[in-house]
């Protein structure tokens, strides 16, 4: 097992890793939209395209990209916004599909509209 740290790479804003390295996956913990070192609150699906691009970025220091996606979760603040949530997506995912569940829940960190987390293969 081992940890992804890289520069550039978002960092945790509690007590956990980034992402982990572990039998040929990396296991991305929830990125919610942080730009600049700063959390974004703004339009939501700007958020969402924040979030991907640090998940794009993590896993590349993982030795993974976003082809090799298995996995994705998706929290959000308000189903209302599933449309944009998937016109977003699907410019960062293309089929074959990872396999994803999409929860509303009542708050995430920093009071952001969006957490993602993802499981992808490590490539080699």
């Known amino acids: 097992m081992r940890e992804v740290k890289g520069e550039g790479l978002p ?8 992402a982990i390295v572990s039998n040929g996956f990396v296991f991305l913990s929830g990125q919610i ?3 600049d070192g700063q959390v974004y609150k703004g339009e939501f699906k700007e ?3 924040i979030v991907l691009e640090n998940a794009k970025k993590i896993l590349e220091a993982a030795g993974s990209s976003l082809e090799k996606v298995v996995k994705v979760t ?7 916004r599933f449309g944009e949530l998937n016109e977003v997506y699907s410019e960062y995912f293309k ?3 990872p396999a994803r569940a999409v ?10 509209d969006v957490e993602i987390e993802m499981i992808a293969e490590v490539e080699g």
């Open 103 to 112: 929860v509303e829940v009542s708050r995430l960190p920093k009071d952001v």
């Open 95 to 97: 089929p074959p599909y």
């Open 47 to 49: 958020q969402v395209r």
């Open 11 to 18: 960092q945790p804003v509690g007590a956990y890793s980034v």
């Open 74 to 80: 998706v929290f959000v603040k308000n189903m209302d």
């Open 33 to 35: 939209p942080i730009k």
